[in-house]
Nanobody, 121 residues
């Protein structure tokens, strides 16, 4: 069993930055691979970024602006978000799965509760 808790969301102006954190308990991120997803009102949950020990994957919409990373000592995965745009406004979720990385939400086993990111003009 894995418990995930996201934090770091908030209100930021377009062009600004935020860093989201996903803290895990129960199992370490060295055992699981992590993904970040987001869901805007009225839209389906969409892939943002994912990482394993050997590779990372980004959605085209965030490539070059967002970076996923891990601090093994803190058992925490981060999503650094730069050059934020209004269309990045959504609830952001982290999730984990055992084998490989995937851009499909249905492939992930455990989810956090989400953290709201709002980008204003």
């Amino acid at each position: 069993q894995v418990q995930l808790v996201e934090s770091g969301g908030g209100l930021v102006q377009a062009g600004g930055s935020l860093r989201l954190s996903c803290a895990a308990s129960g199992r370490t991120f060295s055992t699981y691979n992590t993904g970040w997803f987001r869901q805007a009102p009225g839209k389906e949950r969409e892939f943002v970024a994912a990482r394993s020990g050997i590779e990372t994957l980004y959605a085209d919409s965030v490539k070059g602006r967002f970076t996923i990373s891990r601090d093994a000592a803190k058992n925490t995965v981060y999503l650094q978000m730069n050059s934020l745009k209004q269309e990045d406004t959504a609830v952001y979720y982290c999730a984990v799965r055992r084998i490989g990385i995937s851009s499909s939400p249905s492939d992930y086993d455990y989810w956090g509760q989400g953290t709201q990111v709002t980008v204003s003009s």
